[in-house]
């Protein structure tokens, strides 16, 4: 017996004794496995693995699911000679959101293409027409309706894809943010920074069902985002990939109708780094609107520059004027402080305003400039400290932040200009 014979009977071994454990049913897994090995456009730069790592994947999520049919496969068959069409990839994600009850995950993996400006491919950015595109295009918007519908405990898009000519634009990587409430993990392809493993599939594959086969079951579903994202960035940053895996946790929400364009971003440039902050206009529009003015006035430039504190696996502070004070730290601020906004819950990479405790502080109201950053996901933080930002590139510099780290030069950008770390 080979390897991936091995690989694939303990993937079903376990299973067997998850669904053991766990009674009727393992998992209640709802969604779709996409492999887009082959195109109609003949000058798009198939992902030739895409059939291959599909079939595993959805062999791995078909033994944690009792009932086995709550996943549907697409162009997983790597001798296919036709790739699926763009009916067939509408459809399937359209019947990801319809059912009964509330599945334990959706999900969709694909493996394959992806280019976001507009020329060919399949996953593109925003609403791009894609009428006069391959019969496999499918704008990225269309994944996030299908998500919007559907009823899941955990929304999980796994993307495993090779970018050929052209990376994803800034587009892209905002249309993935803006997805509501599902957790996404991007990964590129062999050749494109995550070199492959020695049976020629795609290494970020490899560690999510390794993820999956070694603690399976609904609980670690919801755990296996960051951990498969974690260990593939490792793998890859050993091998000198320049590239690595982008994570968004979920918890973000789309912009309101005609406002996308009048985003703005913060950017922390630190001594470990640069920090990249989407703001929650919405949900914390006091704190939003306070944590802008005071990086536009240069307050974080100045005595409130330093980290002050840092709880390993858990948080780490600063914006405290005080705060190069070892004996002050933690009591400064601008000498006001700003109404609880309490909506947004604690993930790791969230942004949220640190207070004073309930028995002094019974109304919650937020210093007006400490402020922290979440190294894991605190959820007995939740409805309890206003969260009013999250992280969106640079969480490797957030972990590296330490006391008497500093934030360098600060800034507030339209999130036109930002321009995501390749």
């Known amino acids: 017996m080979g390897p991936r014979a091995r690989h694939v009977l303990r993937l079903f071994v376990v299973g067997f004794v998850v669904m053991t454990l766990h009674g009727a049913r393992a998992a209640d897994v709802r969604g779709v496995v996409i492999g887009v090995s082959a195109y109609e456009d003949a000058d798009i730069v198939a992902m030739a693995s895409a059939g291959h790592d599909a079939r595993v994947v959805h062999d791995a999520l078909a033994a944690m699911d009792a009932a086995d049919g709550g996943i549907r496969a697409l162009g997983v068959d790597v001798d296919a000679p036709e790739a699926p069409d763009r009916a067939d990839i509408l459809d399937a994600l359209g019947a990801i959101a319809e059912g009964g009850n509330t599945a334990d995950i959706a999900l969709i993996y694909y493996a394959g293409q992806v280019m976001s400006h507009g020329d060919a491919g399949f996953l593109l950015a925003g609403d791009t027409d894609v009428a006069d595109m391959p019969g496999t295009a499918v704008a990225l918007t269309a994944v996030g309706d299908a998500f919007a519908r559907v009823k899941a405990d955990k929304k999980l898009l796994v993307l495993s894809v ?35 493993m020695e049976d020629g599939g795609d290494a970020f594959t490899h560690f999510f069902v390794e993820t999956l086969a070694a603690d399976s079951g609904p609980l670690s579903l919801r755990k296996l985002s960051y951990g498969a994202w974690a260990m593939t960035r490792r793998w890859a940053e050993g091998k000198g990939a320049k590239q690595t895996p982008q994570y968004m946790p979920d918890g973000r929400g789309a912009a309101p109708a005609g406002e996308a364009g009048d985003d703005e971003l913060v950017v922390l440039e630190t001594t470990q780094g640069r920090i990249v902050i989407r703001l929650y206009e919405n949900d914390a529009p006091l704190h939003v609107a306070n944590f802008k003015k005071l990086i536009r006035e240069g307050f974080y430039a100045g005595d409130a520059r330093s980290f002050h504190r840092y709880e390993k696996g858990f948080v780490i502070q600063g914006g405290d004027p005080w705060g190069l004070d070892p004996a002050r730290a933690g009591k400064g601020g601008p000498g006001y402080t700003v109404p609880a906004e309490i909506k947004r819950k604690h993930v790791r990479g969230a942004v949220a305003a640190a207070r004073q405790g309930d028995s002094t502080n019974p109304e919650r109201r937020s210093s007006g400039s400490q402020f922290y950053i979440c190294l894991g996901r605190p959820f007995h933080l939740n409805g309890k400290y206003t969260v009013f930002g999250q992280v969106i590139e640079g969480m490797d510099a957030v972990d590296k932040l330490r006391v008497g780290d500093e934030m360098q030069k600060t800034a507030v950008i339209p999130a036109s200009e930002h321009k995501p770390a390749r």
């Open 162 to 196: 090779a970018t050929g000519a052209a990376s994803p634009d800034d587009a892209f990587y905002e249309a993935l943010v803006r997805m509501r409430d599902v957790t996404v993990l991007v990964a590129c392809g062999p050749g494109e920074g995550l070199t492959s």
